[in-house]
Every structure is written in C-alpha cells, then in structure tokens.
C-alpha cells in the first residue's frame, strides 16, 4: 500500500512563495507518474503540474512561469515550488501518484493567499 502526505501548506501574502512536500511511502515512486493538483469547493479537481518517470514536466498552461514541480528519489519526496502567488490559488492541494492500473491520493493540504 502507498501512501502519500503532504505538508508545507498554509497561509501566504500575495506576491509570496510557498512550496509543498509529499513524502511517499513504497516503492513506487520512482516508477509512478507523480502530480500535484487542487480543488476548490465547488470545483473540479485540476492538475497543477505532473512529472512522468522519465522526468519530464508539465503544467497547467495558467501556471506555467510561477509553479515548479520536482522530485528527490533518495527522498521519496515530490515538491511542489509556488511563486508569485495570487488569490485566486487558494486551494486545497493534494499529491497524486499513479502507476498502471494503481492510484493514489494525499490528504491534501490548505493553500490560502490572502493578505
């Protein structure tokens, strides 16, 4: 069983920076497609930014410039970089990781910009 926690959540200023963890536990995160997405009340859950096994990146095209995904294996930890943030990204945050037929999700954590 894999299982997925996030942390680095909270409360941020506008124009500030916040940059979440998700540590896993097993052995699939090297071999998963690791993602980061959010989800307001209300709202459909959307994809922040994704990075495959091989290492290649995408984003959500309204993020791209300000979000940075990107993972240590030693670690097990997917991160997260979140710059310039606004308002309009307060969220809930949650880690993904999917391998085959097998999904997984976080708990989630609170992003909140406000000033």
């Known amino acids: 069983q894999v299982q997925l926690v996030e942390s680095g959540g909270g409360l941020v200023q506008p124009g500030g920076s916040l940059r979440l963890s998700c540590t896993a536990s097993g052995s699939i995160f090297r071999i998963a497609t690791m993602g980061w997405y959010r989800q307001a009340p209300g709202k459909e859950r959307e994809m922040v930014a994704t990075i495959f096994s091989g290492g290649t990146k995408i984003y959500a095209d309204s993020l791209k410039g300000r979000f940075t995904i990107s993972r240590d294996v030693i670690k097990n930890t997917l991160y997260l970089q979140m710059n310039s943030l606004k308002p309009e990204d307060t969220d809930v945050y949650s880690c993904?990781?999917?391998?085959?037929?097998?999904?997984?999700w976080g708990q989630g954590t609170q992003v909140t910009v406000s000033s």
């Open positions: 993904n990781a999917r391998h085959l037929s097998n999904n997984y």
